[in-house]
């Protein structure tokens, strides 16, 4: 199914998410609804513990621990993916939605080099075939993600890069099959301002560049709010407001959100 103007490419209805603890079932998304239309950037906004996170990874049917949908639907360009099977959404993962996660120092393994991950990457997703191409393409990726002197830098591990470099490794995976969407989970939350900047601005002359739709994560509203054209705000697993980012910033409507406006830089 193609996506048109009015159809959004990843639509969320009534998303719910639990927990099995001791204590039983926990949810922690209480229906969720979302709409991100193809081209756009939409970001996610909350406090620690909100759900953006669970949302994200819900999506990618990469929920942590015993987390499991419990309720709703998600549609990629109107294609029901609760439900599908691991061999199913191992298709669209990496390659029709990529994925940056929060920690790029728990979601690179130490003790592989950087150039073997993201040749992994590329071979799991039958990006390229062949020692040399498979190698050649990851270069490629590398420098895309900007980062600098990408031939040599294949052979070091994680500890060799700065948090910037690798936050640019994990953003060149995440974008590495050209994916329709790219999730984005607090990619640049672990890095000073100046590098966040430097590679926000480098991610949106990449997606832009590829017409790539953006699901934008962070705590930051205002990061939130100069990054993309629509924000969600989130709090305790539920979105108590969401629209225009210029909206939400000048005539917040929730006591939330006006309190997040409020402590805006
Ligand atoms: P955010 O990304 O907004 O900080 P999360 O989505 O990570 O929030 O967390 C939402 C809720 O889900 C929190 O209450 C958190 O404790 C819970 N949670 C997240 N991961 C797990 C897990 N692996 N096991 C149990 N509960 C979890
Ligand atoms: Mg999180």
Redesign the pocket.
């Known amino acids: 199914m193609s996506t048109t103007a009015d159809t959004p490419l990843l639509r969320i209805r009534d998303l719910k998410v639990a927990?099995d603890?001791q204590k039983g079932s926990?949810e922690?998304l209480h229906g969720v609804n979302l709409d991100l239309y193809a081209g756009e950037t939409l970001a996610i906004v909350?406090?620690?513990?909100?759900?953006?996170?669970?949302?994200a990874s819900a999506i990618i049917n990469l929920l942590?621990?015993?987390?499991h949908v419990t309720a709703g639907s998600i549609t990629l360009d109107g294609q029901e993916l609760t439900g599908l099977t691991e061999g199913q959404m191992e298709k669209i993962r990496g390659r029709e939605i990529g994925y940056v996660p929060?920690d790029p120092m728990s979601n690179l393994n130490p003790v592989w080099s950087i150039g073997f991950q993201v040749k992994e990457a590329i071979r799991a997703n039958g990006l390229a075939n062949g020692r040399k191409e498979i190698e050649a393409r990851a270069i490629e990726v590398l420098q895309q993600a900007g980062l600098a002197d990408a031939a040599k830098r294949l052979h070091q591990y994680p500890h060799q890069f700065s948090g910037g470099m690798r936050q640019r490794a994990l953003i060149g995976i995440g974008l590495a099959a050209d994916p329709k969407l790219l999730i984005a989970d607090e990619p640049t939350s672990a890095l000073d301002v100046t590098v966040q900047r430097v590679i926000l601005d480098h991610l949106a002359s990449l997606t832009k560049e590829k017409g790539t739709s953006v699901l934008l994560?962070t705590h930051d509203l205002g990061l939130a709010a100069e990054r993309a054209e629509k924000i969600i705000v989130?709090q305790n697993?539920e979105i108590v407001e969401a629209g225009p980012s210029r909206e939400i910033l000048e005539n917040p409507l929730h006591p939330y959100t006006k309190k997040l406006v409020a402590a805006a830089p």
């Open positions: 927990f603890t926990r922690v909350g406090e620690s513990g909100s759900g953006k996170s669970t949302t942590p621990g015993t987390g929060q994560i989130m697993g």
